[in-house]
C-alpha cells in the first residue's frame, strides 16, 4: 500500500493552468485545514490549499462542527480542502464568494460522480450542499478587508475558503444518518470506493473558473439561479439564526437583493433579509 493515500501530483497536473497550481500541500491529519491558512495569512501568504483526510475541530458555519472523519487508509471518507485566494475586488463583490463555490463544487460533483445539478445536488443558501435532500457538504468562508479610502471602496485582502465533502462515508453517527450522505451512497453502485483527486482537482478548476468571472466582473450568477438551486425563489424554508434579532421565523424564498443576501416573504407579514441565517425545511 502507498504511504500516502492522496496523489498529489496527479492534482497538481490536472490544475497546471490555475493559480492554485505549486501551492498544493496534503496533510494525513490536522486540527482544521481553515486554522493552517488562517495561520499563514500571518505570515503574508494569499495563496495556498491545503488538503487533509481528517480533521480533529473541523468546523462548519456559525459555531457547528464539521463530522471530518478519516475512514480507513484505504478508503478516506471525506474531502477536507482550505483554499486561500486574494482575488483584487472591492468587499461588496466578495460578499458572493460562499454562493461562487457552492456554484463551483456543485459543478465538480455533478461532472466528478455524475449527479444532476440542482434536481439531484443541490445549493442550500448560502453554502450547503445537499445530495437527494441530505447533507453532503459544505462550505466555510473567512475573510479580511483592506479598508476604505477617499477614492476605492473597502477590497478584499484575502479569503480563506474551507470546503468539506463526504465522498465515501458509509455511516454516521446516529443523530447525522438522517440528515447527511455521502457521494458513494448515493451511486447506483456504491461498493466501490471513490477516488478524491478527480474531485479536488474538478473543484480547484471549477473555483478558478468562478474567480475569473468574478474578476472580470461578468454577468453575476445571481441572474440566473434556478438552474443551481431549488431554495432561492418559492421555497418553503425555517430561519433558525436570530440575524434579526428574532427567534427564528417561517416564510417562502424570494431571491436576492441586489448584495446577493437571500429574501424570505415572512408568514409575519415582513420581507426578511437573511444575513447570516441558517436554512431548514419547516
Known amino acids: 500500500m502507498p504511504t500516502d493515500p492522496f496523489d498529489l501530483r496527479a492534482v497538481e497536473q490536472a490544475i497546471a493552468n490555475t493559480e492554485f497550481a505549486g501551492h498544493l ?3 494525513h491529519s490536522v486540527a482544521s485545514t481553515n486554522d493552517l491558512a488562517l495561520e499563514a495569512t500571518k505570515a503574508g501568504a494569499r495563496h495556498g ?5 481528517a480533521q480533529t475541530t473541523g468546523r462548519g458555519r456559525g459555531s457547528h462542527a464539521w463530522y471530518s472523519a478519516a475512514g480507513n487508509p484505504l478508503e478516506p471518507a471525506g474531502l477536507y480542502m482550505t483554499v486561500l485566494i486574494a482575488p483584487p475586488v472591492a468587499m461588496q463583490h466578495a460578499l ?3 454562493l461562487t463555490t457552492a456554484i463551483a463544487v456543485q459543478s465538480a460533483i455533478s461532472s466528478v460522480a455524475g449527479f444532476r445539478r440542482c434536481d439531484q445536488i443541490d445549493i442550500r443558501w448560502p453554502n450547503d450542499l445537499l445530495l437527494n435532500a441530505r447533507k453532503c457538504g459544505g462550505v466555510l468562508i473567512e475573510t479580511a478587508s483592506n479598508p476604505a479610502t477617499p477614492t476605492q471602496p473597502a477590497s478584499l485582502r484575502y479569503a480563506v475558503i474551507g470546503i468539506g465533502i463526504n465522498v465515501n462515508h458509509t455511516i454516521f453517527p446516529p443523530e447525522l444518518d438522517p440528515i447527511a450522505t455521502s457521494l458513494r451512497r448515493e451511486l447506483p453502485n456504491p461498493s466501490q470506493p471513490l477516488a478524491r483527486e478527480p474531485l479536488a482537482a474538478a473543484i480547484l478548476l471549477a473555483l478558478d473558473a ?5 474578476i472580470s466582473n461578468l454577468e453575476p450568477r445571481t441572474s440566473n439561479l434556478a438552474q443551481f438551486s431549488s431554495w432561492i425563489s ?4 425555517r ?3 436570530h440575524d434579526d434579532g ?3 421565523y417561517t416564510g417562502t424564498t424570494a431571491g436576492l437583493n441586489p448584495s446577493g443576501f437571500l429574501l424570505v416573504n415572512g408568514d409575519d407579514g415582513q420581507l426578511h433579509t437573511v444575513l447570516s441565517g441558517g436554512l431548514r425545511e419547516p
Open 49 to 53: 490549499v491545503w488538503i487533509a483526510d
Open 96 to 98: 458572493s464568494l460562499s
Open 239 to 241: 430561519v433558525e439564526a
Open 210 to 214: 468562478e474567480l475569473r468571472r468574478l
Open 25 to 27: 500541500m496534503h496533510f
Open 246 to 248: 428574532s427567534g427564528g
Open 234 to 237: 418559492g421555497k418553503r424554508v
